[in-house]
């Protein structure tokens, strides 16, 4: 079990540090907390490296996820939108999931408007502990991910919140591949 757990935080490693921007359908950012409609530092990182990205000419589209939380007035991916739109990007290149409330709800929403409009390969913005789960989770879901991971996040600043960050997905991994559903392709 140890060696299985230590495979499985060296592979958390691996993808933490490996981009694979490249062209594709959409650019999709995962959800961080907002604050009374602004965004988090986490979010503001997430949501500069996906813009960078999109400048870039990577993706014709963003698609911002997150929902609403308990107390909030609107969604994270509401507040993306509008972070988004002010820094340049057209309000018809932005597509929002605001329903999911995790990251494998906002995933399979992602996936099945991906799927609604013919596209398949995301290039999938969060922090870089994130990125192996996130691709575990599309992979289930139908998608082709390719996963790009901010630099800028505070989480990565600090070694001691982001080691916190790598030892839980460690975790979260082998749950999501084991036990997530698959989604119809």
């Known amino acids: 079990m140890l060696l299985a757990w230590l495979a499985c935080l060296a592979a958390v490693i691996v993808h933490a540090r490996r981009d ?8 999709v950012v995962l959800g961080a907390a907002q604050y009374v409609g602004r965004p ?4 503001r990182a997430r949501l500069d490296h996906a813009l960078a990205l999109w400048r870039r000419g990577l993706a014709p589209r963003l698609i911002l996820t997150g929902g609403t939380g308990v ?16 820094r340049g990007v057209p309000d018809s290149a932005i597509y929002t999931e605001h329903v999911g409330r995790t990251t494998s709800q906002s995933l ?9 409009h013919g596209h398949n390969r995301a290039i999938l913005v ?3 502990f994130h990125m192996l789960r996130l691709s575990v989770l599309a992979r289930r879901m139908g998608m082709e991910p390719l996963t790009s991971p901010t630099r800028t996040s505070p989480i990565s600043v600090n070694s001691v919140g ?12 082998p749950f999501a591949y084991l036990f997530e559903r698959r989604s119809d392709r």
């Open 40 to 43: 988090s530092p986490v979010l």
């Open 108 to 116: 399979r929403e992602v996936a099945a408007f991906m799927r609604a």
């Open 71 to 86: 107390g909030d007035t609107t969604s994270e991916a509401a507040v993306g939108r509008s972070y988004a739109i002010k």
């Open 20 to 27: 694979q921007a490249r062209a594709a359908d959409a650019i």
């Open 126 to 128: 969060s922090d870089p």
């Open 162 to 173: 982001e080691w916190k960050y790598l030892f839980s997905e460690s975790f979260k991994v």
